[in-house]
T-cell receptor, first 110, second 115 residues
């Protein structure tokens, strides 16, 4: 099993819809989880971090964490064409470095 | 001004050449990282450093070396570049790594092409 797995997509949603991005991880000891957004040819940009089970909301973004199921997700409400990007899930290892999933490409259609 | 800068932003070189990529940060973070990104393979960690005297290998360190010259500077070297080192290289920084301080912030990247 890969350490961090994401559906590569592409995930296509209409403008104004909710986009749901999912990620599973293998290390039960992981405590810190992150979502990055990356536009083509640009650097990853941190959009959400989550450390406790449950939901964390920031504007149109909601991160959800379920440590028992080793599952973390990102919901984007009222999706906009500018949200079209690749979304990277990252999990902190016990050694203190991040392991990244390969990313899910999101396309928001006007 | 950008908090994490990388130089050069683009580089084309030939097989066998020595190349150095430089990273500087003004965020005051102790921890610095080098990643490479390849299509379909995602971001992979090359080396990381938790302070000036600390250097650690990542998952793909073969063919690379690093130098942490100061808290703010972390350089990546390819001693003898080969074509499969063609990739997008990112530097990142983070704070203490404890709880809420362990988010990583990325530089703009260096696109390296080895012919």
């Amino acid at each position: 099993q890969k350490e961090v797995e994401q559906n590569s997509g592409p995930l296509s949603v209409p403008e104004g819809a909710i986009a749901s991005l999912n990620c599973t991880y293998s290390d039960r000891g992981s405590q810190s989880f992150f979502w990055y957004r990356q536009y083509s040819g640009k650097s990853p940009e941190l959009i959400m971090s989550i450390y406790s089970n449950g939901d964390k909301e920031d504007g149109r973004f909601t991160a959800q964490l379920n440590k028992a199921s080793q599952y973390v997700s990102l919901l984007i409400r009222d999706s906009q064409p500018s949200d079209s990007a690749t979304y990277l899930c990252a999990v902190m290892r016990s050694q203190g470095n991040l392991i990244f999933g390969k990313g899910t490409k999101l396309s928001v259609k006007p | 001004d950008a908090d994490v800068t990388q130089t050069p932003r683009n580089r084309i070189t030939k097989t066998g050449k020595r190349i150095m990529l430089e990273c500087s940060q003004t965020k005051g973070h102790d921890r610095m990282y080098w990643y490479r990104q390849d299509p379909g393979l995602g971001l992979r960690l090359i080396y990381y450093s938790f302070d000036v005297k600390d250097i650690n290998k990542g998952e793909i360190s073969d063919g690379y070396s690093v130098s942490r010259q100061a808290q703010a500077k972390f350089s990546l070297s390819l001693e003898s570049a080969i074509p499969n080192q063609t990739a997008l290289y990112f530097c990142a920084t983070s704070d203490t790594g404890q709880g809420a301080g362990d988010e990583q912030f990325f530089g703009p990247g260096t696109r390296l092409t080895v012919l």
